[in-house]
């Protein structure tokens, strides 16, 4: 399973069992049952940057071990299994936020980003609003559907440059939108391909900067 950001808030696009487990996954993270918080997500890597369908606060399930002061073993579990530290809740807290908010200091080190990307922090948002132009431009009307959250861009300042792409699925495209930093500093480029997977010849790559998005190539897939 590669790096994916599901960005699902609405539960009615899920089925029964996809639903379940995130609500189940999201009631151990709540009551703070690490035990069986990292027994969904060993076998279900690709939730753990998930928060519970229809809730408001954004929580992932690092953001709840920050909060309920977790054991370091279990952030650094969390992190290892692709646990996004640059994440923010719904109010802008990163888990390393909550836990210095909390006074929580025991797992401080492991929830602290380690940035192997360097970009401004103003030009990285510039960039996120291009690339939900591009998205919106692609499928708005799926989007809203769905209510999906549109992928942030600061967890990428984590990831190595040679780091696979993120996937970001669109329920009812059948593709979406397959995405990395192609180059850090002012001058970053976030590269975007897109693509409908029934739809021979519907794929398009964007690269986005701070000056806008390009597209750069099309009709391919």
Same mark, same amino acid.
């Given at each position: ?17 996809? /639903? ?24 279900? /890597? ?83 609003s291009h690339f ?64 409908c997977r029934v ?15 390009r597209l750069v ?5």
């Amino acid at each position: 399973m590669g790096i994916i950001w599901e960005g699902i808030t609405d539960g009615s696009v899920l089925n029964e069992n996809a /639903r379940s487990l995130r609500h189940r996954l999201a009631d151990a993270t709540k009551s703070y049952d690490w035990a069986a918080v990292l027994t969904v997500l060993r076998d279900h /890597r690709d939730l753990v940057n998930t928060t519970r369908p229809g809730g408001a606060s954004f929580f992932a399930p690092l953001h709840q071990a920050a909060h309920g002061d977790a054991p370091a073993s279990v952030c650094e579990e969390l992190v290892q299994l692709g646990a996004w530290r640059m994440l923010e809740t719904a109010r802008g807290e990163r888990p390393i936020d909550i836990a210095e908010r909390c006074g929580h200091r025991r797992a401080r080190d492991i929830l602290r980003p380690t940035l192997a990307r360097r970009v401004p922090a103003g030009i990285l948002l510039v960039i996120q609003s291009h690339f939900h132009d591009v998205i919106r431009g692609r499928a708005e009307r799926l989007v809203g559907q769905a209510g999906l959250r549109l992928p942030p861009l600061a967890p990428l300042l984590e990831m190595p440059q040679e780091t696979e792409p993120v996937w970001f699925a669109i329920p009812g495209m059948y593709g979406g939108f397959s995405y990395h930093l192609r180059r850090d500093g002012v001058d970053a480029t976030l590269v975007a391909e897109s693509w409908c997977r029934v739809v021979g010849g519907s794929g398009q790559r964007h690269e986005i900067t701070s000056a806008g998005a390009r597209l750069v190539d099309e009709g391919f897939v």
